[in-house]
């Protein structure tokens, strides 16, 4: 099964499309009341400086990680930042008469909640964001109206020719190597790392009668959907292809060591007791450039974008009053 650290809090801390651009350019003065920065009159307060931190230490909590004071010092410039600079652009967006439309917000609500396990797993990580689902669609109006921005005014100008692309895929050969993939099945008794020898062996049993089954040529999906404790036996066990590090090892060296068609022995691994069946493989090889040819002007574009957005902040910035103040 893959190892992969399931961080969906991180989706929605990284909601904000835009990184921040540039640097504030305002002489700091003391903290004014609860304000900590005015973008044409309009304030960023302490209590959304203070929100945004709490929700990127909220991410780094989950994943594990932790800051020094300097790396929060830094992490609060970041963000003050990146508020202004969305302010700044957010009210570009309206006075260039930008609108998004309901039915635009609730299908981006759609294609987020997709990316959950479930509707409680969604509800939950808003809840730890400290976010109802009504200021998440606020955010998401705001986020898409600069978007929009974005697209007219930097985004639609760039073009990138096949030239640029194919001398990218020419001078970066290591990007599209491609490691040997081999696409398996499995059917899954799930056994709890702290069970008892005796919940151990019942398990292996009934693992042993299924490869009986499978034995006496049974099909291999039709047990995996019947038995399978991995949610991939909706899809007869199908885990797709991967590819060497994505897979706890001895349900890797067990899958690699499969030719296409073979099934394995009973795997023992953190999970469980699995049977593994190999259905496809891939050997390394190099992506060839017709097929990556869209990926690289996608990137290529996006560097591009990035870029000039950096100008083109810069450019509203010497329009602007702005004025940011310290602690």
């Known amino acids: 099964m893959k190892q992969v650290n399931m961080l969906w809090i991180a989706l929605l801390v990284s909601l904000v499309f835009l990184p921040a651009y540039g640097v504030v350019q305002a002489k700091e003065k003391p903290v004014k009341d609860d304000k900590v920065a005015m973008v044409n009159g309009s304030a960023i307060t302490k209590a959304q400086l203070d929100t945004e931190m709490g929700r990127y230490e909220q991410q780094m909590s989950m994943s594990g990680r932790t800051m020094n004071p300097e790396q929060q010092s830094g992490l609060k410039k970041m963000i003050l930042e990146n508020l202004v600079n969305r302010e700044l652009l957010s009210q570009e967006s309206a006075k260039s008469g930008i609108k998004v439309s309901d039915a635009e917000v609730n299908d981006q609500i759609a294609a987020l909640k997709q990316k959950f396990p479930s509707a409680n797993q969604f509800n939950d990580t808003l809840g730890q964001l400290k976010l109802t689902e009504a200021d998440l669609k606020n955010q998401l109006n705001r986020d898409l109206a600069i978007k929009k921005l974005i697209?007219?005014?930097?985004?639609?100008?760039?073009?990138?020719?096949?030239?640029?692309?194919?001398?990218?895929?020419?001078?970066?050969?290591?990007?599209?190597?491609?490691?040997?993939?081999?696409?398996?099945?499995?059917?899954?008794?799930?056994?709890?790392?702290?069970?008892?020898?005796?919940?151990?062996?019942?398990?292996?049993?009934?693992?042993?009668?299924?490869?009986?089954?499978?034995?006496?040529?049974?099909?291999?999906?039709?047990?995996?959907?019947?038995?399978?404790?991995?949610?991939?036996?909706?899809?007869?066990?199908?885990?797709?292809?991967?590819?060497?590090?994505?897979?706890?090892?001895?349900?890797?060296?067990?899958?690699?060591?499969?030719?296409?068609?073979?099934?394995?022995?009973?795997?023992?691994?953190?999970?469980?007791?699995?049977?593994?069946?190999?259905?496809?493989?891939?050997?390394?090889?190099v992506m060839p450039f017709e097929q990556m040819k869209d990926k690289i002007e996608q990137r290529l574009k996006q560097e591009k974008v990035n870029q000039q957005m950096s100008q083109y902040i810069d450019q509203l910035k010497t329009k602007s009053k702005i004025e940011t103040f310290t602690e």
């Not at 404790?229 to 590090?245: H, I, Q, V, W």
């Not at 994505?246 to 067990?254: I, S, T, Y």
């Open 151 to 285: 697209d007219k005014e930097v985004a639609n100008k760039i073009t990138i020719s096949q030239d640029e692309a194919k001398s990218f895929y020419d001078s970066h050969p290591d990007l599209f190597n491609t490691p040997e993939q081999v696409r398996a099945s499995h059917i899954l008794i799930k056994v709890d790392s702290k069970a008892s020898p005796e919940e151990k062996n019942k398990a292996h049993q009934k693992m042993e009668e299924i490869q009986k089954k499978i034995k006496n040529g049974e099909d291999f999906a039709s047990l995996a959907k019947q038995y399978s404790g991995c949610p991939s036996s909706a899809n007869g066990g199908d885990l797709d292809f991967f590819e060497k590090g994505q897979m706890v090892a001895p349900f890797e060296k067990a899958a690699f060591a499969l030719k296409k068609g073979e099934v394995s022995d009973i795997v023992e691994t953190e999970f469980g007791y699995h049977i593994i069946k190999v259905t496809d493989r891939k050997d390394a090889g």
